[in-house]
């Protein structure tokens, strides 16, 4: 098992920054890709951005790139996402997810993560 507990979020004006962290704990976290996720009210959980174990490999959608950085400490067993020049569409419930089956690569697909965090309000005022 693998446990997620994340930390940041809140409320932030349009054009504005906010980092989100995840500890993780249960597994050798080198060993997991991590990814972030988002779901805003009354669409469909949508990806963000992924990385691999090592944090040799990157991924992000299309609507963040450029503007959102993941990142891990794996001395710290923590992935973190840095969210600049934030939009009013980024507000959403924002999840960290763990993948230890493909933890050599970074995924864009939720149903290949098999652990989930407890998710975090983000909210960017216009």
């Known amino acids: 098992q693998v446990q997620l507990v994340q930390s940041g979020g809140g409320l932030v004006q349009a054009g504005g920054s906010l980092r989100l962290s995840c500890v993780a704990s249960?597994?050798?976290?080198?060993?997991?890709?991590m990814g972030w996720f988002r779901q805003a009210p009354g669409k469909e959980r949508e990806f963000v951005a992924a990385?691999?174990?090592?944090?040799?490999?990157?991924l992000y959608a299309d609507s963040v790139r450029g503007r959102f950085t993941i990142s891990r400490d794996n001395a710290k067993n923590t992935v973190y996402l840095q969210m600049n020049s934030m939009k009013p569409e980024d507000t959403a419930a924002y999840y960290c997810?763990?993948?230890?089956?493909?933890?050599?690569?970074?995924?864009?697909?939720?149903?290949?993560?098999?652990?989930w965090g407890q998710g975090t309000q983000v909210t960017v005022s216009s």
């Open positions: 997810a763990a993948d230890p089956g493909r933890w050599a690569t970074a995924s864009d697909k939720g149903n290949e993560y098999d652990f």
């Open positions: 990385i691999s174990g090592t944090g040799g490999r990157t």
């Open positions: 249960g597994r050798t976290f080198s060993r997991l890709a």
